[in-house]
């Protein structure tokens, strides 16, 4: 397996603008979660899913953030309107839903909001 | 909710010296205590964990230790290497959860 895919890497982008983040997760995985790193907060739970359904979603900072999950295979993050303060990189993890407990992390996405 | 505190957050150490990262957490009902570590440009990957039912645990080098009663934990790791170089995170589960809550993080340095 190729593990958990991120796209894209890098995103940079101006204030105001739509910015949305994708996430594969590991085939066989049923939950799904995102997750911010920044400098000043370190790594804050945004979202989480289990079987394609939001469990808990109280770390989205406002209503400008959106997470979206159509299939077991793709999920969504999405920044309406972006702004400066939304800059970090943001993880998406998954893991199954018996015999481990470890979250499985992608690579991340940087995200720069000028 | 749980609230976890994670010190230092640097270290600096010789190669071949021990490290030891130690972390609070503030829910009693918290029942697992994973370690991340995170290489640079890379996401956490999972070294060790923990469960309330246990005091101690070891894999190879690194060994984590709980005490439920002080609500601590903490990562050792013996003959550091260069490549143990990153950064290291702790998390706590509440029990019933699946979400983790991570603390700040370790960067730690080994110096050859």
């Known amino acids: 397996d190729a593990g958990v895919i991120q796209s894209p890497r890098h995103e940079v982008t101006e204030m105001g603008q739509e910015v949305t983040l994708r996430c594969k997760p590991i085939s066989g995985h049923d939950y799904l979660f995102w997750y911010r790193q920044t400098m000043m907060r370190g790594l804050e739970l945004l979202i989480y899913?289990?079987?394609?359904?939001?469990?808990?979603d109280s770390g989205m900072p406002e209503d400008r953030f959106s997470a979206k999950m159509p299939n077991a295979s793709f999920s969504t993050l999405k920044i309406q309107p972006s702004e400066p303060r939304d800059s970090a990189v943001y993880f998406c993890?998954?893991?199954?839903?018996?015999?481990?407990?470890?979250?499985?992390f992608g690579p991340g996405t940087r995200l720069t909001v000028l | 909710g749980e609230n976890v505190e994670q010190h230092p957050s640097t270290l600096s150490v010789q190669e071949g010296d021990s490290a030891v990262i130690k972390c609070t957490y503030s829910?009693?009902?918290?029942?697992?205590f994973p370690w991340y570590k995170q290489e640079l440009g890379k996401g956490p990957q999972l070294i060790i964990d923990i469960r309330s039912n246990v005091g101690e645990k070891k894999d190879q080098r690194i060994a984590v230790t709980l005490n439920k009663t002080a609500k601590h934990f903490s990562l050792h790791i013996t003959e550091t290497q260069p490549e143990d170089s990153a950064v290291y995170f702790c998390?706590?589960?509440?029990?019933?959860?699946?979400?983790?809550?991570f603390g700040s993080g370790t960067r730690l340095q080994v110096q050859p």
């Open positions: 899913f289990n079987n394609n359904v939001p469990i808990d």
């Open positions: 829910d009693s009902a918290s029942n697992y």
């Open positions: 998390a706590a589960r509440q029990t019933g959860r699946r979400a983790l809550t």
């Open positions: 993890a998954s893991r199954p839903t018996a015999g481990s407990d470890e979250q499985f």
